[in-house]
């Protein structure tokens, strides 16, 4: 089993920050790419940051310049700092992994998501 924990969402004004965590736990024996999607009401899900084990990252371009994603391999946890939030951010975020498992092979694992309500 594999388990996907996120955290940090809420409520904020428009200009303000949050910080995501998602945090993997379970039977891993490796962590490969790890990111963040988001889902707005009546939109499909969208990538909005990922971040490879080798380091390269690849934002969606309206976050570009206002979120960064970073991780702790050493905790299995990747993290998205927003600043600057604008209405427009509003959804709720989803993490995901691309896990490999003992026995199972790599997959793509997600978290529960957390939502996040930019007020203007």
């Known amino acids: 089993q594999v388990q996907l924990v996120e955290s940090g969402g809420g409520l904020v004004q428009a200009g303000g920050s949050l910080r995501l965590s998602c945090a993997a736990s379970?039977?891993?024996?490796?962590?490969?790419?790890m990111g963040w999607y988001r889902q707005a009401p009546g939109k499909q899900r969208e990538l909005v940051a990922r971040?490879?084990?080798?380091?390269?990252?690849v934002y969606v371009d309206s976050v570009k310049g206002r979120f960064t994603i970073s991780r702790d391999n050493a905790k299995n946890t990747v993290y998205l700092q927003m600043n600057s939030l604008k209405p427009e951010d509003t959804a709720v975020y989803y993490c995901?992994?691309?896990?490999?498992?003992?026995?199972?092979?790599?997959?793509?694992?997600w978290g529960q998501g957390t939502q996040v309500t930019v007020s203007s």
């Open positions: 995901n992994a691309r896990i490999v498992r003992p026995i199972m092979g790599e997959g793509d694992y």
């Open positions: 379970g039977s891993i024996f490796s962590v490969n790419a």
């Open positions: 971040l490879t084990s080798g380091g390269s990252t």
